[in-house]
Nanobody, 123 residues
C-alpha cells in the first residue's frame, strides 16, 4: 500500500517556526516529485511548494516565498517543509503529495496523497 504520512503540525504563535515531514511507506520517493498543499478553513486547497525527484527546481507560492523551504532526503524517504515567520493566514491543513507527472502542484497529476496535518498559527 502506497502511503504518505505527514507530521510536525501543531499550534504555534505568530512569528514562530515549524518543520513538517512527509514520510513515504510502501514505495520509494526517488522517482517522485513532491508537492505540499494546504487548505485553510472555508477555502480551496492550494499548492504551496514543490521539489523535483532529484531535489532540484523547488518552487513556492508567492504567499510563502522567503519564509518556507522545501527539502528532501531520499535516503530517509522523506520530504520536509521548513516554515518560518508563520502568520495566522498560514493556518491550514497541510498535505504532501507525490507525482511522476510534469507538474507537481497540478492536482490532476497527483498519484498519492497524505492524510494531512493541521497547523494553527495563533496567540
Amino acid at each position: 500500500q502506497l502511503q504518505l504520512v505527514e507530521s510536525g503540525g501543531g499550534l504555534v504563535q505568530p512569528g514562530g517556526s515549524l518543520r513538517l515531514s512527509c514520510a513515504a511507506s510502501g514505495f520509494t520517493l526517488d522517482y517522485y516529485a513532491i508537492g505540499w498543499f494546504r487548505q485553510a478553513p472555508g477555502k480551496e486547497r492550494e499548492g504551496v511548494s514543490c521539489i523535483t525527484s532529484s531535489g532540484g527546481g523547488p518552487n513556492y507560492a508567492d504567499s510563502v516565498k522567503g519564509r518556507f523551504t522545501i527539502s528532501r532526503d531520499n535516503a530517509k524517504n522523506t520530504v520536509y517543509l521548513q516554515k518560518n515567520s508563520l502568520q495566522p493566514e498560514d493556518t491550514a491543513v497541510y498535505y504532501c503529495a507525490a507525482t511522476r507527472g510534469p507538474h507537481c502542484l497540478d492536482e490532476r497529476y497527483i498519484e498519492v496523497w497524505g492524510q494531512g496535518t493541521l497547523v494553527t498559527v495563533s496567540e
